[in-house]
């Protein structure tokens, strides 16, 4: 099988196709010529999921006098070591779609893991009609149970409205609440457009005159909730509303926008799911009455898996990197990722899976420059000492008004911990407190991770939560000499380790 000396059309357009669809440009590729028929044979390593799933996309997208229709196919090669074969090239590729931080696209995102569950089947909870809150950290997939939840709905031909809410993250006030709802009704109708033989003018109607002031923001949740009660009562179904990265909204503003959605969906058989950062969520204001109580109007939906169960972190991490290895043809093994490599990965991560992949994408990186047969524990740190300005850049896009007070908080921590006592853990007293405020924001942000979350080093009664810094912070080139990492000797820390590490009590921060 040889490569013809020069690509005709038909050739360009199947191999663009094929090309398209796995992510890798330049794929080795021959003709071979069977009877009277010439047939395109892409030469892979392996003989992976992706790449079936390539060939029927390219099949789909060649036009209709294509030779190469319907003759296309696969020859298996013996591949290289893992980190410089097609097959990782590949799987970059999907590494970097996967993990790309969006709940509403609709549109073809290309060849699809298949979904790992968390461990309560939370995509399942998500989906019920009732009203949620769903916390976690930063990376922990919130928007990616958002898109499943979508996915389950989409079958009962339920109408559904997902909106990103970093879009409407410089508005307040009136300006955001128009924007908000004129969105929310105007997906709704496209919804029903969708599932339905119904109208759906009436929320276009609505959308369009609370944005033109026509409808005042106080009268739109009445008049959407009537429209919505018809459109459910003739579906026999609901309506729900997805907001993802809700924390983003100016604080004040957040209990305000709740209130006005839940007004319009309330009694309507419509329903309000909100995602966010636990520490930077205010979906209820005691003093004006406003917003989401919890769990009168909605329920808790926690995604973390912390560093207090390592097990469970670290198996929940195998399932969803066998799942993306094995789309390309691949078994996590040690050819692949030693165990070693695997466990400090999870370690660094703090069980955060977008972080894992991200890491562990930067990690096949420096083992295809460095012409590793394995991805080792050498690429790993050096990826995870690269990790440290992403993480800053997520805190000033996530915190906005309080990142600079979380930046000069999280100095004085690192002086306090990596350069005061050489150790990258420590106790945050667990009462109400500045300190401890911070802290939390710093844990939803990835900058620490707790590890304990009940210690009595002293005193009966006196509670602590134990911590550790992030290790982007102090390793890479922020290293910092002789600090002692706090890694478990066992499946979980001793109390007696974690009852001397130094305290951060009330007074550390002015």
Known sequence: ????????????????????????????????????????????????????????????????????????????????????????????????????????????????????????????????????????????????????????????????????????????????????????????????????????????????DVLSGALGVKRAPPAIKRVLTKLTDSTKNHAFVFLDDFHVIQHDAQPQLLHALHGALKGANGWLKVAGLSSLLNVYSPATREGLQVPGDAQILSLDLTLENPEAAEKHLDAILSAFIESVGYRLNSSVLPDSAFKRLVWATAGVPRDFLQMFARSIGHAQRNKHATVTLSDVNIAIGEFGQQKMDDVLRDARNEADTLRDFLEKLEEFCLDEHKINAFLVRSEASKERNLIHALSDLRMVHLIHQSITPDRAGERYEAYIIDYSIFTGFRRRPSVREMVPQEAQFRAAELRVLPKIDAGFWP
């Open 1 to 208: 099988m040889t490569a013809p000396a020069a690509d005709d059309q038909a050739l360009i357009e199947a191999r663009t196709a094929f090309e398209r669809e796995v992510g890798v440009a330049s794929i080795p590729f021959g003709v071979k010529q069977i009877g009277s028929q010439e047939f395109l044979k892409f030469r892979v390593g392996k003989a992976a999921p992706l790449y079936t799933y390539a060939l029927h996309r390219a099949q789909s997208a060649l036009s209709s006098g294509n030779p190469y229709l319907g003759a296309m196919g696969l020859e298996v090669e013996k591949s290289d070591a893992f980190p410089n074969s097609l097959e990782a090239s590949a799987l970059l590729t999907l590494l970097t779609r996967s993990t790309r931080e969006v709940s509403q696209d609709n549109s073809s995102r290309g060849y699809t893991v298949p979904y790992i569950p968390f461990q309560n089947r939370e995509d399942h909870q998500l989906s019920q009609p009732a009203s949620h809150i769903v916390r976690g950290r930063r990376g922990v997939g919130k928007s990616t149970l958002i898109r499943r939840a979508a996915e389950l709905l989409f079958e009962t031909k339920a109408l559904i409205a997902i909106l990103d809410m970093q879009t409407y993250a410089s508005l307040e006030g009136e300006d955001l609440q128009k924007e908000v709802i004129h969105d929310v009704c105007q997906q709704l109708a496209a919804s029903v457009a969708e599932v339905t033989n119904l109208d759906g003018g009436p929320l276009v109607k609505i959308a369009e």
